[in-house]
């Protein structure tokens, strides 16, 4: 007799890797068609914000247009310059796609999956009655580390591209974009720190568990929220952060000398960020899938069947379009900084102002007030309102310099004095005199 299934029972632990095998690959897939669709709604949402029409052309209201930039891309002549570092100048655009492919493994997309639900009696047949899974990639005890550890390495694609293409100008894109985001990494790295000492936890889960029963982070840290999603866009290279490209002074930035599909993996790359810093500031922030920011109320269950892990999954992925349109529409609507104002943000703003926070919640959790966060933060915008006026400036490099006798600088008797005190002023002859004849 054939033994079945449910006598060769397997391990929870396997039963965890096979499901998180399954999260990675679908998941995987989903970030990839959702970047190519990204790019369409930024074209589309920019046409709407400039009163235009966007794409329209290709497929029913436009929707195969990301195949045919995708086909466009292909067909591109993949042209190396004279002069590069081969090798690095090949190896620099994986540096910027695989750390985004690697990091959102550690997102929770729906809470406990109970494999008792599984419909056709699989449940059954493949002997995991009474089983549970958590529907993320990786169940890790430091996945806030990884994730951070992960993006990180970023910033050798862009400093690779940036040297190895024999040019001054993607030389010098590549060193702002490389000292952009080392130092916004510093806040953002403060920022995660507050949220961390309220949950206790590393543990994605855990900290999706801590804002069930308080309330969204969102609530409880808005400066460190708003902190965040800044240097989320800093990170990403995305407007106003975007010094890195410059197109009026660095033509492309460090990847100014790349075609073909070396280029579109940049391009890739740019929104594969973009889709898991969304993510990963949906778990920080706004309760990952849970729909209830206060701290009291009904929530989803954690836990249930394949229904209830779909309706999670959905809020998950709504929470990070709105998040990605929202950094859209920011960079249609905001300037670019200019690079000393943009380091100056980081050094002489968020990170004190990050400090601060992180220096907050420490004195809030050691007195067990963690419910009472959004009070400290509350006492911390107005303690900057109060201290701003007298912190050490530097002068203004915009300040206006006023054009005597403009309508904006109009003269006034006594403002000035026309005469001259040179002699040959005052000669009249076409051809004036030799000085001391």
């Known amino acids: 007799m054939t033994p079945s299934l449910a006598a060769t029972s397997l391990s929870p632990v396997l039963i965890q890797v096979i499901a998180s095998c399954i999260v990675i690959v679908v998941m995987l897939h989903v970030i990839l068609l959702g970047c190519a669709y990204c790019i369409m709604l930024e074209r589309k949402l920019s046409a709407w914000m400039q009163d235009r029409v966007g794409p329209n052309r290709v497929g029913p209201k436009g929707l195969l247009q990301p195949i045919a ?117 510093i806040p953002m ?78 391009f890739l790359g740019e929104y594969f960020h973009m889709v898991t810093g969304a993510a990963f500031f949906t778990l920080l922030f706004l309760g990952g899938f849970s729909i209830n920011p206060l701290p009291f109320g009904g929530d989803l269950p954690l836990e249930g069947g394949l229904g209830l892990m779909l309706i999670q999954w959905l809020v998950v992925l709504g929470k990070i379009t709105f998040l990605i349109a929202f950094a859209m529409a920011i960079r249609w609507t905001l300037p670019r900084f200019r690079f000393d104002q943009l380091m100056r943000l980081a050094w002489e703003g968020m990170i004190p102002t990050s400090l601060l926070i992180v220096s907050m919640t420490a004195v809030f959790v050691y007195m067990d007030w963690t419910a009472w966060t959004w009070l400290g933060s509350l006492g911390c915008i107005a303690l900057i309102y109060l201290v701003w006026p007298y912190l050490p400036r530097q002068p203004n490099p915009n300040r206006r310099i006023g054009l005597i006798g403009s309508r904006f600088s109009p003269l006034h008797d006594g403002d000035s004095m026309a005469q001259s005190s040179d002699p040959l002023a005052f000669v009249d002859s076409p051809v004036p005199p030799t000085r001391g004849a």
């Not at 750390?99 to 997102?107: D, E, K, L, T």
């Not at 890790?140 to 591209?161: D, E, F, K, R, T």
Request: one cysteine or more.
């Open 69 to 185: 930039d995708g086909i466009k891309f292909i067909m591109k002549e993949d042209y190396n310059p004279r002069g590069v570092d081969l090798a690095l100048f090949r190896m620099a655009p994986g540096f910027i796609m695989v750390p985004a492919m690697i990091a959102f493994v550690i997102i929770p997309w729906a809470g406990i999956l109970d494999l008792s639900t599984l419909p056709f009696g699989l449940a059954k047949t493949l002997g995991v009655e009474g089983m549970s899974v958590k529907l993320t990639g990786a169940d890790v005890n430091v996945g806030l580390i990884y994730l951070i550890a992960a993006a990180s390495l970023s910033v050798y694609g862009v400093a690779l591209g940036g040297w190895a293409s024999n040019s001054k100008y993607s030389f010098l894109g590549g060193l702002r974009a490389s000292a952009q985001m080392i130092s916004y990494e």
């Open 189 to 266: 790295g403060l920022a995660l720190l507050a949220v961390v000492l309220v949950a206790g936890t590393v543990e994605p889960f855990g900290i999706i568990e801590s804002q069930r029963g308080q309330g969204w982070n969102l609530l409880h840290q808005p400066i460190a929220a708003v902190i965040f999603y800044a240097c989320m866009l800093a990170e990403s290279n995305r407007a106003p952060f975007d010094m890195a490209e410059a197109e009026s002074e660095l033509v492309g930035g460090y990847h100014t000398e790349y075609s073909s599909m070396k280029f579109a993996i940049f």
